[in-house]
């Protein structure tokens, strides 16, 4: 079986199955990527058929023809059948004579020819592997018979290097396999069932490669197969890729390999050093060019770099150790302004324990100025050199490779910990590391246990990191919806505080005060700490700025719902966290500033914060997060009756969760405003109450605070409605105890609409919310509220009064681009005796001169910014101007403007 390449296995089964008719196929790839075996899968599928096979070999790339000549020698003694000419060219090109330019053309009629008399007797497959290394000659002969196949019952599957092309022949580039496939290979080859972080960290050092991750599974130690050490640094030098690389450099000339050596031990790619390297060692950076020829390097005014991704540490691997030495020195002695990387080069030729050396690299690795996967590097090494502080710089390499978004190494490199370390500090910010990576890759009540054991084991000598440990917990039993569990991280928290402490470890104290009075409802207590969580925020500086501190002032914002202090923090995290390097951090800075949008009113900032942190999150293994993010986008797509988008989101977040976890809740959610959107109103209710169980301190209080004003409308259909009117009143208590007009404009909204239709009590409450509603952010909200009160007077049978609120409702849906909302006020308009649809008239008759400009310009996909720039309007008259236009055209989104006007 041929793991990820099944794409390419159905169309040789396609080319070979083919009733009548050939053709041919081309495979392009690297070496290593499978394309010898699909010449094998070939032959293996080409029953019925008689089969030429031939490689093109390196050493005879300098004698024309000797190609051609071993593939085509089985059937030679049929080239009697073809016209006389043609006979004695190609008997004249096989044994040697070559063959002149003017009669090439006859030389491949000649081949054609051959192939198609031995085809007669039965279907032929021809096979030619590594064509781009054998002789040119042959090459082109074998293309020209390519391209004319069709009438004939001949197939042939060519295989070359990933730069080489051949026009008119169907061709399929092999690229690197998938994480999924990757540790299929290896579980294929490797014996038992390694853990986990073993194949994550084989997939990722296999780069894709098949021939790289058999050659990992066959090289690997017992030890190193169980994650008791740790697994190699590259593919074996004496594997199959091994070897075809060092055929393929020892092709080159010894000043090519030996500047190509040190570009690739240049991992920074300074154009600068690696020319003085050159000149250091006696030639130029030209020696380069055959290299580049060779596909191996590409050179460029800013480096050279390796376009396969395994060629730069094949090149280091395949090197003799005394020339990596010498290289390694060299290039260490050019490293004067480098300190790192001068320090990772003499490391490299360290022969035994260097406590100076380690002392040197744990410092110049220091903050990641290098990039936190070599600073992890740096510290792996230090370990080796120092046994003695082997432990804690383990615990450090971990650290720096989770903040490079690489949780398998970083658990690999914590497995590598002794049992019980000596030093309880140590094992402290281990057991740290171990949670928060449960927390965003793993199981959360792990996380728990794990962070509570390091808050305990750092309390007495570092205070920061035992109250950050203590609300990394508390995340955890939000996550997994045991608030309960909250009270006791805060008395924890309220042990370890001091009045004099800094600035950052105040704010995660003051955090968790918060958070846990929030919690249990005491918003007297909760909204001074939070709002003091935010000033502080807002405070740090130096090494006290961090995305971690500003994402725990973010959190407080959120609770006290100051959204634009909320989302300044956040952004400023996601800022601050890409400018680091820190990927270990984005996906949570990113669903923190999705939630702040969400409050904002900003539904399309909201949806490209979580698809940014889905994929980051993605990308580095963090399950959990993933999981938040794709809740998130199922919740945004639900709000805006998006129901395909919603339950694709949802089921990629499958039945993994937890029921009573954040995702889950997110899901049940989205599914409640589903169930809204389409009228169950049973269902809805029931769905959305199930969030969280009041009084219980269990499921997601949070969420499904979030999630009330659509209980409410949901419950307001119903004869009785107790889970409503609880989960309203804890978002009474809550929304009161802020000064955000939105909270309290939603609230009054939910009990406009629990109160008696008609009554003054569900007209008052909606003309509250409508004043409530801030002028310049939540439309979306307001248009709901518009909606709903504008139903309500109809109902109420006052069609005139209801009028206009769905109109305001109607257009502002539009200009949102919520169809199914603009098409619900359509709706309810008609009901109320107002005739809306698409005019009848061209769209340039309905429009001024002006609004007809704005008009094309937005169907031509300008956005209104855009469009304001070009016309030299404020923004603000642009968004005046479209809704002036949707509404005289009838018209709801932007695509069926773009229709009206084509």
Partial sequence: MLRGRDDECREIRRLLDAPTGGGALLFQGEPGSGRTALVTYAHRHAAGRTVLAGTGLADEAALPYAGLQRLLDPVLDRAGTLPEQQQNVLRRALTGGGCPACHRLALSMAVLGLLAVTARERPLLCTMDDVDQGDRPTAEVLAFVARRLRDLPVAVVLTTGADTTAGGIPSHRLGPLGPADSRAVLADRLPGRPPEPVTTALAALGGGNPQALVDLAGAL??????????????????????????????????????????????????????????????????????????????????????????????????????????????????????????????????????????????????????????????????ADLDPAHAAARLVTAARYAWAAGRPDEARLLLDALPAEPADPAVAGRADLL???????????????????????????????????????????????????????LARRAQRLRRPDDPPATELTAALVTGVAATLRADHERAGPALRRAVVLGDRLAGAELTPTALCSAAVAGLLVAVD???????????????????????????????????????????????????????????????????????????????????????????????????????????????????????????????????????????????????????????????????????????????????????SARCHALLAPRGSDAAEQGFRTALRLHPADAGTFERARTELLFGLELRRSRRPRDARAHLHRAREAFTLLGAGTWAEQATAELRAAGESVGPPEREAAHLLTGQQLRIAQLVAQGATNREVAARMFLSTRTVDHHLRNIFHRLGVRSRIELARVLS
Wanted: charged share 20%; proline share 6%.
């Fill in 434 to 488: 171990r949670g928060e990576l449960e927390l965003r890759c793993g199981a959360p009540p792990a996380a728990l246990t794990a962070l509570l054991a390091g808050a305990e084991a750092l309390a007495g000598t570092d205070r920061a990191a035992a109250l950050g440990a203590l609300a990394r917990a508390g995340e955890a039993a939000c996550f997994s919806g045991d608030q309960y569990r909250y009270a006791d």
């Fill in 564 to 746: 634009s202090a909320a989302h300044r923090l956040a952004d400023r995290a996601v800022a601050l966290a890409r400018t680091r390097g820190e990927l270990s951090v984005l996906p949570r800075a990113l669903d923190l500033r999705a939630v702040a949008e969400y409050w904002l009113g900003r539904h399309e900032a909201a949806t490209e914060s979580s698809r940014e942190g889905l994929r980051i999150a993605r990308a580095t293994g963090q399950a959990n997060s993933v999981a938040v993010h794709l809740g998130m986008l199922a919740v945004l797509a639900a709000v805006r009756a998006d129901r395909d988008t919603s339950l694709r989101r949802i089921a990629e977040i499958g039945e993994a969760p937890a029921p009573g976890s954040r995702p889950h809740a997110l899901a049940q959610w989205a599914l409640g405003v589903l169930d809204l959107v389409d009228g169950r109103h049973d269902d809805a209710a029931a769905r959305l109450a199930s969030l969280a169980r009041t009084g219980t301190g269990r499921g997601q209080v949070l969420v499904q605070v979030m999630a009330t004003p659509y209980l409410v409308e949901a419950a307001a259909h119903l004869t009785h409605h107790p889970a409503a009117s609880a989960a309203l009143a804890v978002f009474d208590r809550w929304a009161s105890s802020t000064a955000s007009p939105s909270r309290r404009a939603l």
């Fill in 221 to 382: 130690t017992p030890g190193q197969c169980r994650g008791e050490e740790p697994p190699p640094a590259a593919p074996p030098p004496d594997g199959g890729l091994g070897r075809a690389y060092r055929t393929r450099l020892d092709r080159l000339p010894p000043d090519t390999r030996r500047v190509l050596l040190l570009a690739a031990l240049d991992e920074d790619g300074d154009p600068a050093t690696l020319t003085r390297a050159a000149r250091a060692a006696g030639t130029t950076v030209d020696a380069l060019a055959p290299a580049e020829a060779a596909g191996l390097v590409r050179v460029g005014p800013h480096g050279v770099t390796f376009p396969q991704p395994l060629a730069r540490s094949m090149v280091v691997a395949t090197a003799p150790l005394a020339q990596r030495r010498a290289a390694h020195l060299l290039l260490a002695d050019l490293c004067a302004g480098r300190r790192l990387r001068r320090a990772l080069h003499l490391a490299a030729v360290a022969a035994g324990p260097d406590p100076v050396l380690a002392a040197e690299l744990e410092e110049a690795a220091a903050g990641g100025e290098d990039g936190w996967a070599t600073a992890s590097a740096a510290l792996r090494r230090a």
